[in-house]
């Protein structure tokens, strides 16, 4: 015969284990978002990127939403506050080109701090005068253009310049991808074996 307090009683294990699974779901990926974050910005801190003004590191966000009974993890860099355009080029690659003028203007040394950025936000606010020239090779410049550093090349123009991937965001999401089964095998037995 079927006892209606047994029903009543595995009714109430499952909804508890429902419960629980639910809350573990939510540590779980939420853990794992944040754990996707952090080695996103360890790439960006030397092995994919090379540091220079830390902004695209910033950028770098987590998002974990749930939606139609699962959840969505999502990691994100370049917006928010901080608007950092160039974090998707890193990450896919591409090709850049000039969006004001002819040439894209890329600094030398000369023009660069140490870190690597440019010095200026123009080749105009050199504050020097500067010249068209072609280098032996045959590359446009643009060179000091009197004095006795006449002639020193200060940038390198280019019609284009391919970009390479360097990936940040999918690796930290494989990095989490290939723990988490383990994780939430862990977690369902928890939920499953754990006293009511």
């Known amino acids: ?71 969505d993890l999502a990691l994100r860099a370049g917006g928010g506050a901080r608007d950092v355009r160039y974090a998707r080029i890193h990450e896919e690659g591409g090709v850049i080109r000039p969006v004001n003028a002819k040439f894209l203007a890329i600094p030398l040394p000369i023009a660069r701090t140490v870190a690597g950025v440019s010095r200026y936000a123009s080749p105009r606010q050199v504050p020097v005068p500067l010249r068209f020239a072609q280098s032996k090779g045959g590359n446009p410049l643009l060179v000091e253009a009197k004095g006795k550093n006449a002639g020193r090349p200060w940038f390198v123009l280019r019609k284009s310049v391919r970009m390479p991937a360097r990936p940040y965001l999918a690796p930290a999401l494989a990095q989490v991808e290939a723990m988490l089964p383990e994780r939430l095998e862990s977690l369902l037995q928890r939920a499953i074996e754990a006293p009511l």
């Open 1 to 71: 015969m079927n006892d209606p307090a047994q029903g009543t009683g595995l009714t109430d294990r499952l909804a508890a284990v429902q419960a629980q699974l639910r809350v573990g779901l939510r540590k779980e990926i939420t853990r794992a978002a944040l754990l996707g974050e952090r080695a996103a910005k360890l790439l960006l801190t030397g092995q994919s990127l090379h540091v220079r003004s830390g902004r695209l590191r910033a950028s770098v966000q987590s998002e974990v939403k749930e939606e139609g009974g699962g959840w």
